[in-house]
């Protein structure tokens, strides 16, 4: 895949970007973790009835993202950040810091990120990897004593800034989308948004998502192989 001089390029990141660093995709898992469904662990309704499940399984994630490493197809968006500069939009569904631990310094989290937790009551973001695994641990804010719970985008709520990721793929000439099933709103609609612009639209992954027919390209391969290709 080749860039342009004057292109400006959105990318949407998921799940897939992360499977070659050992982290499950969630369709991939079957949507499981430990007999529970991702929705019973993955939705505001899961918080109001088991917290300290809600935080076993975030305390489970948070251990498998640190202990994962970048992969090449995290270095190489690093790499075509560093080469585009400000023409580069990073959006990623993931939740893990990867992208920021392979150099890429404008990302934005959509669905939120693992390493950070909120008061449910105070709503202000903060840095958090610790782990709360059991039922006397929970952590609770120091301000005002309401439950802290992870700064997660769940089932049902909505992604952040979404009003930045907009005007972004307002002004993008190339949507490039990598591993990600197509099957979340509103990311999954952000290829509707580029062609009614009218501009190119690329998907990289293993098999074709489910709205592989919104596309124009579709470069099947793993993430790690076809990322490092694109040239500018
Ligand atoms: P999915 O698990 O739905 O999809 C993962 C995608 O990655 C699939 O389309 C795979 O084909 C692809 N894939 C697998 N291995 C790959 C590789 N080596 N290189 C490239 N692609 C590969 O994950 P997402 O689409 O990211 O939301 O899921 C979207 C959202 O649904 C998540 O952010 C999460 C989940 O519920 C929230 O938590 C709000
Ligand atoms: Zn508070």
């Not at 660093?21 to 949507?31: I, V």
């Not at 693992?114 to 958090?128: A, G, I």
């Not at 929970?138 to 979404?162: Q, T, Y």
């Not at 509103?186 to 709205?211: D, L, M, S």
Request: aromatic share 10%.
């Amino acid at each position: 895949m080749q860039l342009g001089s004057n292109d400006r390029l959105f990318v949407l990141t998921g799940a897939g970007v992360s499977a070659e660093s050992g982290l499950a995709t969630f369709r991939g898992s079957g949507g499981l973790w430990n007999g529970y469904r991702v929705e019973q662990v993955a939705t505001p309704e899961a918080w109001e009835a088991d917290p300290v499940l809600v935080w076993q399984f975030y305390s489970m994630r948070r251990r498998d993202a640190t202990a994962a490493q970048a992969n090449s197809a995290h270095f190489a968006l690093a790499r075509l950040e560093q080469q585009m500069g400000d023409r580069f939009y990073l959006c990623t569904q993931n939740v893990d810091d990867l992208h920021e631990r392979a150099g890429s310094h404008r990302v934005h989290h959509m669905h939120g990120s693992l390493f950070e937790s909120r008061c449910t009551h105070c709503e202000q973001p903060f840095e958090d990897r610790s782990l709360y695994e059991s039922a006397s641990k929970m952590p609770k804010c120091a301000d005002c004593g309401s439950a802290i719970r992870p700064h997660i985008v769940w089932f049902g709520e909505i992604p952040l800034n979404l009003e930045q990721i907009y005007a972004e793929l307002d002004r993008a000439t190339v949507l490039l989308v990598a591993g990600t099933s197509g099957s979340v709103y509103p990311a999954a609609g952000f290829v509707h948004i580029a062609n009614q612009r009218g501009i190119r639209t690329v998907y990289v992954g293993p098999e074709e998502p489910q709205n592989a027919d919104a596309f124009d390209e579709i470069l099947l391969g793993n993430a790690t192989e076809v990322l490092p290709t694109i040239r500018v």
